[in-house]
C-alpha cells in the first residue's frame, strides 16, 4: 500500500548479506535529484543522499486504528542504482488482519513475526541520512509516524518525497502498478511491501534518468530516542513454499 551503520539483515542487491556498499560508477557527488550530467558541483565533503523507497502493509485504512504488518525499504543511489533493500513481517498482536485478499499475508505468518517495537532501529537504520520516498506517501508516513509514537519515543519526524504527486504533475497514471508500466518498471506481485517498494525504486530511477524535477524533502535522521536496531526479520514465504498458492 499505497549514514549511520545498517541493519545487519540488509540484502546487497546481488543477495548477499551485509552492509551497503556505496554504487560504484557515475559520479554522485552533485546537488539535485536530475541526471548526473545536469547536476553542477557543490563543495567537496557535500554529498547527494540516497533514496529510501519504503512500503507498509496493513490491516486497515485508519493509521489511528489499524496496524502495520508488513514494511520494506528499497535503498537507491542518487543516480538509481539499487544498493540494499530490507523487509520484514511485523506482529500487530491481532490476528484480524484485515483485507487478505488484497495484501495475501496470513495470520500464522506472524506467530514468529518480531513486533514493530523490535525491529524499528533496522526500520530508522534502512533509512537513515536517505531522502525518503513513497507512493501515496501520506498513507505509508502515517502509519509508521503512529506506530512510532505507540512506543513512547517522540515523534519520528518522517517526511517524505511522494511519487504519486510528482505522478500526476507531469500527466502519468496515478496508480503505481500503471505508472510503473508506463515507465518501463517492472512490478511482481502488487500489495508486497518489498515488491512495491522494488517497484518504486524503478519509478524513482526512471524519474531521475529522464531529468523529472523533484520536489526537495530532508533526508530522514535518526534521533537520541531511537531504539538500536535488533536484527529481526520475519519474511514471507516463497509461493512455492504456500500451500495452494
Known amino acids: 500500500m499505497h549514514g549511520g551503520p545498517l541493519g545487519c539483515f ?4 546481488v543477495g548477499h548479506q551485509g552492509s551497503v556498499r556505496p554504487a560504484s560508477g557515475p559520479d554522485t557527488t552533485r546537488e539535485g535529484y536530475g541526471r548526473a550530467r545536469d547536476r553542477q558541483p557543490v563543495p567537496a565533503g557535500v554529498s547527494t543522499p540516497e533514496f529510501a523507497c519504503f512500503d507498509v502493509e496493513t490491516t486497515g485504512l485508519d493509521a489511528g ?8 525499504v528499497v535503498r537507491i543511489s542518487p ?3 539499487v544498493v540494499g533493500e530490507w523487509t520484514t513481517l511485523v506482529d500487530a498482536g491481532t490476528r484480524a488482519l484485515g483485507r487478505t485478499d488484497i495484501h495475501g499475508i496470513k495470520p500464522e505468518w506472524l506467530d514468529s513475526a518480531p513486533a514493530f517495537a523490535e525491529i524499528a532501529g533496522d526500520l530508522a537504520d534502512a533509512l537513515s541520512d536517505c531522502v525518503p520516498v513513497a507512493h ?24 517524505a518525497l ?3 504527486a510528482v505522478a500526476r504533475e507531469h500527466g502519468l497514471p496515478g496508480r503505481l502498478g500503471l505508472l510503473a508500466e508506463a515507465l ?11 515488491d512495491d517498494s522494488r517497484a518504486l525504486a524503478g519509478v524513482m530511477a526512471a524519474f531521475l534518468e529522464q531529468g523529472i524535477t523533484l520536489p526537495t524533502v530532508p533526508a530522514f535522521q535518526r534521533t537520541l530516542l531511537t531504539p538500536m536496531p535488533s536484527g529481526r526479520k ?12
Request: a negative charge.
Open 10 to 13: 540488509w540484502l546487497l542487491h
Open 65 to 72: 486504528r489499524a496496524r502495520v504488518i508488513e514494511v520494506a
Open 79 to 81: 543516480t538509481g542504482e
Open 136 to 159: 501515496n506517501a501520506d498513507f505509508d508516513r502515517r502509519f509508521l509516524e503512529a506506530e512510532w509514537e505507540r512506543l513512547n519515543g517522540g515523534p519520528m519526524g518522517l517526511e
Open 162 to 164: 511522494d511519487t504519486l
Open 184 to 194: 518501463g518498471v517492472a512490478l511482481g506481485d502488487a500489495h508486497q511491501a518489498l
Open 234 to 245: 520475519e519474511l514471507r514465504p516463497r509461493r512455492s513454499q504456500v500451500p495452494g498458492d
